[in-house]
C-alpha cells in the first residue's frame, strides 16, 4: 500500500475535509480527491459518507483511520532508524576476531569507533581459528573481521595491517640457559603452557610452530591463566609480540629461530559493509601505519 495514500487520507481527517486536506498538502482538490478514490479501490470499500456536503468517516473509515495512522508512525521511526544507522547515530556492527588480537588491536579500534560514534552497537565473535574468522565473514555472520592469515581468501577483501614476531613467553628461571633467539628445535625441550579448544587439542595458529612442540606441561582453555601460569614458571607459551608486551609482566620475552611472523589484517565482504562495518574498516587504514611494527 502506498504509504502517500495513507497520508493523505489521515490529512483529510485530520482537517475535516478535503479543501483543507489539499492546501496543507499543497496538491490539488481534484488530484487529493482522485487519491482518496484510489485508497478505497484499494483497501475495497468506501471510507467516507458522501451523501451529505461534508466528507466524513463511515464505519469502514472509522476502523481504517486508527491503523492507517500506527503505519505511518511505524514508517516515520523506521525512516528514523535507517537514518541513524546512515549517519552512523545508530546501528549495530558484528566483528569476528582471532582471541589473540581481541585485545590489541581490536580493544583500541572498538574504543576509538565508539569515541566517535557512540549510538554504534558492537558485537565480538571468536570463531576459534583464521578459517572460522573467514567463513564468518563470507556467510554473514559478521560484517568484518580481524585475522591473521597467510594466503589472501578468496571472495572476500583483504586489507593487511601489519606483520608481528611470534615470541616465546617465559619465567626469567626458565629463560635463564636459554639462547635469544631460541632455535626451533630447541623448542622441543621446553615445558609449554598452550591454550585447547573445546576437543581438548592444542590451539596452535602458526603451522611453523606444530613441530616445535615437545614437552606440554599444562593444557587450559582459560587464556588468563596461561599467563598466569606462564609467569609463574609453569611452562613457556607462543604469543604475538604486541600482545605479550601488553598482557604480560615479570616474564622473559625470546624470539624464535628462524623467525615466525604473523600477517594480521581485516577481511570483509567490500560491496556489502554497512556504514558501521565502513566506518571500522577506515579506522583501521588509520591505525595500522603507527600499529606495524
Known amino acids: 500500500m502506498d504509504l502517500r495514500l495513507l497520508e493523505y487520507f489521515v490529512a483529510v481527517v485530520d482537517h475535516g475535509g478535503v479543501t483543507k486536506a489539499a492546501n496543507t498538502l499543497y496538491i490539488s482538490q481534484p488530484s487529493l480527491s482522485q487519491a482518496i478514490r484510489n485508497l478505497e479501490r484499494e483497501v475495497g470499500a468506501p471510507l467516507f459518507d458522501r451523501s451529505n456536503r461534508t466528507l466524513e468517516l463511515n464505519a469502514a473509515g472509522a476502523a481504517f483511520v486508527e491503523p492507517a495512522r500506527r503505519v505511518l508512525r511505524e514508517a516515520q521511526e523506521a525512516r528514523r532508524k535507517v537514518g541513524a544507522v546512515r549517519d552512523l547515530r545508530g546501528g549495530r556492527l558484528t566483528v569476528a576476531a582471532l582471541a589473540n588480537l581481541t585485545i590489541t588491536p581490536l580493544s583500541e579500534l572498538v574504543s576509538e569507533l565508539r569515541s566517535r560514534y557512540p549510538g554504534i552497537q558492537v558485537h565480538v565473535d571468536d570463531p576459534g581459528s583464521p578459517a572460522g574468522v573467514v567463513a ?122 628462524p623467525e615466525v611472523r604473523r600477517r594480521v589484517g581485516v577481511v570483509y565482504r567490500a560491496d556489502q559493509l554497512s556504514p558501521a562495518a565502513r566506518a571500522f574498516v577506515d579506522l583501521t587504514r588509520e591505525t595500522a601505519g603507527s600499529a606495524s611494527s
Not at 172 to 184: K, S
Open 136 to 257: 564468518a565473514v563470507r556467510q554473514g555472520r559478521a560484517e568484518v573481521g580481524l585475522t591473521q592469515f597467510s594466503a589472501r581468501p578468496d571472495t572476500l577483501a583483504v586489507d593487511e595491517l601489519w606483520t608481528e614476531r611470534v615470541m616465546l613467553a617465559m619465567a626469567p628461571e626458565l629463560a635463564a640457559d636459554l639462547p635469544d633467539p631460541v632455535p626451533l628445535e630447541l623448542v622441543r625441550e621446553i615445558p609449554l603452557v598452550l591454550e585447547v579448544d573445546d576437543r581438548l587439542s592444542s590451539v596452535i595458529a602458526d603451522p611453523e610452530l606444530r613441530d616445535a612442540i615437545g614437552q606440554v606441561a599444562v593444557r587450559c582453555a582459560h587464556r588468563q591463566a596461561i599467563w598466569e601460569l606462564v609467569a609463574m614458571g609453569a611452562g613457556a607459551t607462543f604469543l604475538p609480540e604486541r600482545l605479550a608486551e601488553r598482557v604480560l609482566r615479570k616474564v622473559v620475552l625470546r624470539a624464535i629461530e
